[in-house]
């Protein structure tokens, strides 16, 4: 099931990169297997950068983190500079990882980031946790989001049922699930599509937001600041709403090797699309409070819809709908990346074999894609929106803030390595000090779903002696383990790409 890599596939970049692909001979001929050389060209291109950042970040965040925040700050005014703080801390953080994509010209992202500089037990961990928590919780948050939403419509004069909320987003995943085994070209396509969606989404709240403070309502910014104190327990679970939003900057670093002029773009990519996110995020929330009060946002469910149905009249049946396919583009984008992280693991070793296998007509990662399925439907029935948004949060700022450290480690341990794109030092200290400070802090102020992570989290410890370095396992155990990994399923092959 797992296995010690016998020779490494990620210095070379060849298991995201697909360079070469083995054609299985027939089994009835004596025909060698073939290899030809694939090469994924270089084709994301500045433009093409700032809309894959872009179009990864906005997703539900925006439209049911709002609610969180101010509850956690307890004033309008402190929520706004919440939202500042955490874009200006989201993009130190792109910027980290746009040095290390720069000098670290290797797939994975977070996983191959580790691997590099503190080897192969934490980047194990870091695997591991993303397959058993961070990307399970993180599609279960944002798939309940577009389960609300996309019933907003057809309930109007009532409260949604929590189980038919949850029915529809477990259809919503499996459509994501079926979509990125079949196509690659069609999952492209449609987040295309889904990018647009999300502007307009945006817009479609600002523009009237705008009009609203021109008309000079803004009796809410009134003693912006009176309120409820922001207490040291309610400041991390702010933070961790607010760095939710502005989460999927780093799924840039999955395509390092595709982008034209990587030493350029890429930083010039990460600060344009990070400058138009934060300022959207701002003056949509700005937006909501020239029409909401703080106490109608936090009794709100779904605050976007809310504020349409203020303004817009019948119009506002649409927004919710815009919101949905928002939040549907981001399960879209977040599965399509992560599962190739999965891939590149298993052909390192540190994941099932069968991950590593790509279907030979589609050309899809199918099982790295379907074992995503089970692990996110057991997170959606186990907890509600803004627990599994403080469980998901706890593991992936841990990890984040760990490769970062590896940034100032690799620093001093590797001082001549290229870095064609250097950032200040203070901007990954100040970075990963924070993401570690608050991480400590969710400890103390939400210690069951933190504790629950911490200690799942721990588990790829003994897992990872037991599955990759443990050599002499029993002959029962190994075949045990085989079954899982030796048949090969109809039409699907060992492939690097």
Same mark, same amino acid.
């Given at each position: 099931?797992?296995?010690?890599?016998?020779?490494?596939?990620?210095?070379?970049?060849?298991?995201?990169?697909?360079?070469?692909?083995?054609?299985?001979?027939?089994?009835?001929?004596?025909?060698?297997?073939?290899?030809?050389?694939?090469?994924?060209?270089?084709?994301?291109?500045?433009?093409?950068?700032?809309?894959?950042?872009?179009?990864?970040?906005?997703?539900?965040?925006?439209?049911?983190?709002?609610?969180?925040?101010?509850?956690?700050?307890?004033?309008?005014?402190?929520?706004?500079?919440?939202?500042?703080?955490?874009?200006?801390?989201?993009?130190?953080?792109?910027?980290?990882?746009?040095?290390?994509?720069?000098?670290?010209?290797?797939?994975?992202?977070?996983?191959?980031?580790?691997?590099?500089?503190?080897?192969?037990?934490?980047?194990?961990?870091?695997?591991?946790?993303?397959?058993?928590?961070?990307?399970?919780?993180?599609?279960?948050?944002?798939?309940?989001?577009?389960?609300?939403?996309?019933?907003?419509?057809?309930?109007?004069?009532?409260?949604?049922?929590?189980?038919?909320?949850?029915?529809?987003?477990?259809?919503?995943?499996?459509?994501?699930?079926?979509?990125?085994?079949?196509?690659?070209?069609?999952?492209?396509?449609?987040?295309?599509?889904?990018?647009?969606?999300?502007?307009?989404?945006?817009?479609?709240?600002?523009?009237?937001?705008?009009?609203?403070?021109?008309?000079?309502?803004?009796?809410?910014?009134?003693?912006?600041?009176?309120?409820?104190?922001?207490?040291?327990?309610?400041?991390?679970?702010?933070?961790?709403?607010?760095?939710?939003?502005?989460?999927?900057?780093?799924?840039?670093?999955?395509?390092?090797?595709?982008?034209?002029?990587?030493?350029?773009?890429?930083?010039?990519?990460?600060?344009?699309?990070?400058?138009?996110?934060?300022?959207?995020?701002?003056?949509?929330?700005?937006?909501?409070?020239?029409?909401?009060?703080?106490?109608?946002?936090?009794?709100?469910?779904?605050?976007?819809?809310?504020?349409?149905?203020?303004?817009?009249?019948?119009?506002?049946?649409?927004?919710?709908?815009?919101?949905?396919?928002?939040?549907?583009?981001?399960?879209?984008?977040?599965?399509?990346?992560?599962?190739?992280?999965?891939?590149?693991?298993?052909?390192?070793?540190?994941?099932?074999?069968?991950?590593?296998? /790509?279907?030979? =007509?589609?050309?899809? +990662?199918?099982?790295?894609?379907?074992?995503?399925? $089970? %692990?996110?439907?057991?997170? *959606? &029935?186990?907890?509600?929106?803004?627990?599994?948004?403080?469980?998901?949060?706890?593991?992936?700022?841990?990890?984040?803030?760990?490769?970062?450290?590896?940034? /100032?480690?690799? =620093?001093?341990?590797? +001082?001549?390595?290229?870095?064609?794109?250097?950032? $200040? %030092?203070?901007?990954?200290? *100040? &970075?990963?000090?924070?993401?570690?400070?608050?991480?400590?802090?969710?400890?103390?102020?939400?210690?069951?779903?933190?504790?629950?992570?911490?200690?799942?989290?721990?588990?790829?410890?003994?897992?990872?002696?037991?599955?990759?370095?443990?050599?002499?396992? $029993?002959?029962?155990?190994?075949? *045990?383990?085989?079954?899982?990994?030796?048949?090969?399923?109809?039409?699907?092959?060992?492939?690097?790409?």
């Amino acid at each position: 099931m797992f296995r010690k890599p016998a020779l490494s596939t990620i210095p070379n970049g060849s298991a995201f990169r697909g360079q070469s692909i083995g054609r299985l001979p027939s089994l009835d001929s004596k025909e060698p297997a073939q290899e030809e050389k694939v090469v994924l060209k270089k084709k994301v291109t500045f433009l093409r950068g700032v809309s894959i950042i872009i179009g990864t970040i906005i997703g539900a965040g925006i439209f049911i983190s709002p609610k969180g925040i101010l509850k956690n700050t307890g004033s309008v005014g402190m929520s706004l500079i919440l939202w500042t703080v955490c874009g200006i801390l989201s993009l130190f953080g792109a910027l980290c990882y746009a040095e290390l994509g720069t000098c670290i010209k290797k797939s994975g992202g977070h996983y191959a980031y580790i691997l590099e500089a503190f080897g192969p037990l934490p980047a194990f961990v870091r695997v591991w946790v993303e397959l058993l928590i961070i990307r399970p919780a993180a599609t279960a948050v944002i798939s309940l989001a577009f389960g609300r939403y996309i019933l907003e419509p057809f309930f109007i004069q009532c409260e949604i049922p929590d189980l038919a909320i949850k029915l529809i987003t477990a259809v919503g995943i499996t459509v994501v699930m079926v979509l990125n085994s079949m196509s690659v070209s069609w999952s492209a396509r449609i987040q295309i599509f889904l990018t647009f969606c999300k502007l307009v989404a945006i817009l479609i709240i600002i523009v009237p937001g705008v009009m609203q403070l021109i008309k000079g309502e803004t009796q809410h910014f009134k003693d912006a600041f009176a309120g409820n104190d922001a207490s040291v327990m309610g400041l991390p679970l702010a933070f961790y709403s607010g760095m939710y939003a502005y989460s999927g900057w780093f799924y840039l670093n999955f395509v390092t090797e595709e982008v034209e002029n990587p030493e350029k773009n890429i930083p010039l990519a990460i600060c344009v699309s990070m400058v138009i996110v934060t300022v959207g995020y701002v003056l949509t929330n700005v937006a909501y409070f020239t029409t909401i009060s703080p106490e109608e946002l936090l009794n709100s469910k779904a605050v976007a819809v809310t504020f349409a149905e203020r303004l817009m009249g019948n119009f506002s049946l649409a927004v919710p709908i815009f919101v949905a396919l928002s939040c549907f583009g981001s399960m879209n984008g977040g599965i399509f990346a992560v599962s190739r992280m999965f891939y590149v693991a298993s052909r390192e070793g540190h994941l099932p074999e069968i991950l590593s296998m /790509i279907h030979v =007509r589609k050309h899809t +990662p199918l099982p790295a894609v379907i074992v995503l399925h $089970p %692990l996110t439907m057991i997170m *959606l &029935f186990s907890g509600d929106l803004y627990s599994l948004l403080n469980f998901l949060s706890f593991a992936r700022w841990l990890f984040i803030g760990l490769v970062v450290i590896g940034l /100032i480690y690799l =620093r001093y341990k590797r +001082p001549d390595m290229p870095r064609p794109f250097k950032v $200040p %030092l203070f901007i990954p200290a *100040l &970075f990963s000090f924070t993401c570690l400070f608050m991480v400590a802090l969710s400890l103390y102020s939400d210690p069951v779903n933190t504790g629950i992570g911490f200690a799942i989290t721990l588990t790829g410890v003994p897992a990872y002696y037991l599955f990759i370095i443990w050599d002499k396992k $029993p002959r029962w155990f190994r075949r *045990l383990l085989g079954k899982s990994t030796l048949m090969r399923p109809a039409g699907l092959c060992e492939g690097d790409s």
